[in-house]
């Protein structure tokens, strides 16, 4: 029996010894299938065999809270677009690669990817919420470069042998999809190397799995001496909508910095009016914007490229819209550069 809070104070777990956290749950529910997808969003089974093919690629994985944000019967919708797998994954281009973004050549210590002055990457996991098909790591071998679990001290190490260091960037997969106790342990062991000052959490899951925003995350959040900043990533306003509104008002309650970095995508998000409303309706929970991201070039995805000269318009068209603190930097990432290249000028803040 799963005892509940009143709405708002949800506790995090089920009553009981040795409990399983209701996210916990709410994740082991989660699509693994295409065909389970089909039905339940009453599409043609014509589609079952590309999505079958897409599938064999890199493994389904969709919540059944992002699930219910798709429109039932439409086999064009964004949110259903980013997490169904197709045919054209298949398609071999030239310039889709394994790994567009250099973090194998980046690798300093298990776990550690380390391109720019200042700030470093700590992978902490594989496992994400949701696979989303325009994913940069989707072929990225955690087995042989992630920390195995509890083993932090080589990557620990490495970062207290770096002085130049002042951020640690937990990214995955998705930290998120790691327990609390284990996220409150390696808070504090990064919070002991006194050349820290802030830790960001580079994540998905409070849009794609309100659930996870729990009492014991905001709890652990909450503490420390280290800043603690929160990277979204949403790409359609949709996103935020309900129950990802509620979760995000949490963590804005709780004095949680938040920012969204988005990818521009084909078919998802690729024309201004469905972009003025991703900042607008972020900011109304507190998210600022922070990347608008072109595709990083990883095999299996060119069906979502937009290009240069349309990404471009867009921002222009953004720009004009929009006060300058929602309109996010427009920037691709390259493989061995010091960091993020813009791709047009970052407007003023008027």
């Given at each position: 029996m799963i005892t509940r809070a009143p709405r708002g104070t949800q506790s995090s777990t089920t009553t009981g010894p040795r409990t399983t956290p209701l996210w916990q749950q709410a994740l082991a529910r989660a699509i693994k299938d295409?065909?389970?997808?089909?039905?339940?969003?009453?599409?043609p089974s014509t589609s079952l065999p590309g999505a079958q093919a897409g599938h064999r690629l890199f493994r389904t994985r969709i919540p059944e809270s992002y699930l219910a944000?798709?429109?039932?019967g439409d086999p064009d919708d964004p949110l259903l677009r980013q997490a169904m797998p197709r045919n054209e994954e298949t398609h071999e281009l030239p310039g889709f690669v394994s790994d567009p973004v250099g973090d194998h050549d980046a690798l300093a210590a298990p776990g550690v990817v380390h391109k720019y002055h200042g700030r470093a990457l700590l992978l902490t996991t594989g496992a994400c919420a949701i696979h989303?098909?325009?994913?940069?790591r989707r072929e990225f071998d955690y087995a042989e470069?992630?920390?195995a679990q509890d083993d932090w001290e080589p990557a620990l190490d490495y970062i207290a042998g770096h002085p130049e260091l002042h951020e640690i960037i937990l990214s995955g997969g998705d930290p998120l999809a790691l327990s609390d106790v284990r996220l409150k342990r390696l808070a504090e062991r990064l919070a002991a190397i006194?050349?820290?000052q802030r830790l960001r959490i580079h994540t998905r899951l409070p849009v794609v799995l309100p659930e996870r925003v729990d009492d014991a995350l905001l709890t652990w959040l909450g503490q420390g001496r280290l800043q603690h900043i929160l990277v979204l990533h949403a790409n359609h306003p949709r996103e935020f909508a309900a129950p990802a509104d509620a979760a995000l008002?949490?963590?804005?309650?709780?004095g949680i910095t938040l920012l969204n970095q988005a990818v521009l995508l084909a078919g998802v998000n690729d024309d201004v009016e469905t972009l003025v409303e991703l900042q607008e309706a972020g900011f109304r929970l507190g998210v600022l914007p922070y990347y608008l991201h072109q595709l990083d070039r990883t095999r299996g995805t060119a069906h979502f490229e937009v290009p240069d000269a349309r990404a471009h318009a867009l921002y222009q068209a953004l720009h004009a819209r929009l006060p300058g603190y929602l309109v996010p930097r427009l920037a691709r990432e390259i493989s061995g550069a010091p960091g993020k290249t813009l791709l047009a000028p970052f407007p003023g803040r008027e």
């Open positions: 295409p065909e389970t997808l089909l039905q339940r969003l009453g599409l944000r798709m429109r039932p989303c098909r325009y994913c940069f470069h992630n920390p006194p050349h820290l008002r949490r963590l804005q309650a709780a």
